[in-house]
């Protein structure tokens, strides 16, 4: 089925239905590889984890103390016959009331079932110790189990898992040094237009500098995705279509920013549909209702996802975090992933337009009673990029809303690892 079977035509499409389109038009996912442990943070598991072991692998002490056999009656003063520390074992099994002084970590002996710790204890001879309030002694106390962590032949982690230091830690408890981990997608990624100036070169005076390729490339380096950055593009349709088909042939996925629009200079469109097909092009949203996207055909291979993403750079990021992240993640095989949104209370009243959703820049913040309140970082224009720098969150109202009042509940979305 190619997307002109859509049958998008030129109407506006709402924020869900695009989601929803975009997600069946997204390819599979990119191919795996073995990474190391230390390599891994970041990335996306190919394949389920099954625990090889127990974890603990013995049931060991969670104090130092003593590891006592419980006897009959609820002890006062047991006999200690050895110690065991941690990564030694005691081969003796001990008989009831008999207890060996043990470190945290350090295996129970056979027969020890109950960890008293230090701090309950006084020496009364040799090889004898008092429990100091044998009232607050309970058995099987301070006691780590084998297995309790994870049971060996457990899953560990689920495939489509991005890595986060917590999941490597729990990788190394397995005695794991290396994963499978879905590649990095290949993100060609230019801007368009005449006008658009390079960081470090003189600014003309009809000119603005290139916001857009470093802000994609900053999202794009956070999700994982290796950068294939092309520079800057001038206003030409043949030197556009070129370019978009040259991307291509080496990439997973073409992205520009700029020249979507219908203006006489918005060469993006009418290049993509030169070399591939266009799916859908404007949604109803603000910022960043002119979003372009398609496929590149490809001499061999399947087609490229292309964005073309508006030239607004706030329309840009918020476009990214709504539409490409979504596919890009998919890409890497965390199809299970959804953006986080929670509910706080306007602490000033928002305006919007009924037909479209608005993304507002926000500042969340919890009062004194731990409910979450979200105002405006001011000013909302597209261009304004000093407002996501403000910002900790989108405040987003839907298309049904035309006002939330003071006070009223509304949905952010938090900045998260991105941004």
């Known amino acids: 089925m190619t997307l002109s079977c859509f049958e998008l035509g030129e109407r506006m499409l709402g924020v869900d239905e695009t989601l929803g389109a975009l997600a069946a038009m997204t390819p599979p996912a990119v191919a795996c590889q073995r990474v190391p442990l230390s390599s891994a943070l970041g990335g996306v598991l190919a394949a389920d984890v099954v625990s090889p072991i127990d974890v603990p692998q013995n049931t060991n002490a969670a104090m130092d103390g003593i590891a006592l056999a419980w006897p009959e009656a609820p002890p006062t003063e047991v006999t200690v016959v050895g110690e065991v520390l941690a990564g030694t074992r005691f ?33 009364s001879a040799a090889s004898r110790v008092r429990i100091e309030h044998p009232e607050r002694v309970r058995r099987a106390q301070n006691v780590r189990r084998a297995g309790e962590d994870l049971a060996r032949g457990q899953l560990a982690l689920a495939a489509g898992t991005r890595l986060r230091p917590q999941h490597l830690g729990l990788l190394a408890s397995l005695g794991l040094a290396d994963v499978s981990l879905f590649r990095p997608v290949r993100v060609a990624v230019f801007s368009t ?81 030169a070399i591939g097909e266009l799916g859908l092009w404007r949604i109803a949203m603000r910022p960043g209702r002119p979003l372009a996207f398609g496929r590149i055909r490809r001499e061999a291979g399947a087609p490229v996802p292309f964005f073309g993403l508006p030239g607004n750079p706030v329309a840009v990021m918020v476009t990214f975090l709504q539409f490409v992240q979504p596919m890009l993640r998919r890409m890497q095989g965390e199809h299970a992933w959804q953006p986080a949104r929670l509910t706080a209370l306007a602490g000033e009243s928002l305006k919007s337009r009924e037909g479209r959703v608005d993304f507002h820049r926000g500042i969340y913040a919890s009062d004194e009673a731990g409910r979450l309140w979200v105002n405006t970082t001011g000013r909302q224009g597209s261009g304004i990029l000093s407002s996501m720098v403000a910002a900790n969150c989108l405040i987003e109202i839907s298309a049904e809303c035309a006002t939330v009042d003071v006070g009223a509940p509304v949905t952010i979305q938090p900045f998260g690892d991105l941004t």
């Open 91 to 123: 081969e003796t099994r001990l008989a009831a009331g008999q207890a060996v002084r043990i470190t945290t970590g350090a295996p129970l002996p056979d027969g020890a079932d109950t960890v008293i710790m230090n701090e309950q204890l006084a020496t």
């Open 193 to 273: 237009g005449d006008e658009v100036t390079a960081p470090g070169e003189a600014l003309p005076a009809a000119g603005i500098y290139d916001t857009n390729r470093f802000s994609l490339r900053g999202l794009l380096e956070r999700l994982g995705c290796e950068v294939i950055d092309l520079g800057i593009l001038r206003d030409d349709l043949e030197t556009m279509r070129w370019a978009l088909a040259t991307a291509a042939r080496d990439a997973d996925m073409v992205m520009t920013s700029g020249g979507v629009s219908v203006g006489q200079a918005d060469w993006v469109k009418p290049a993509l549909e």
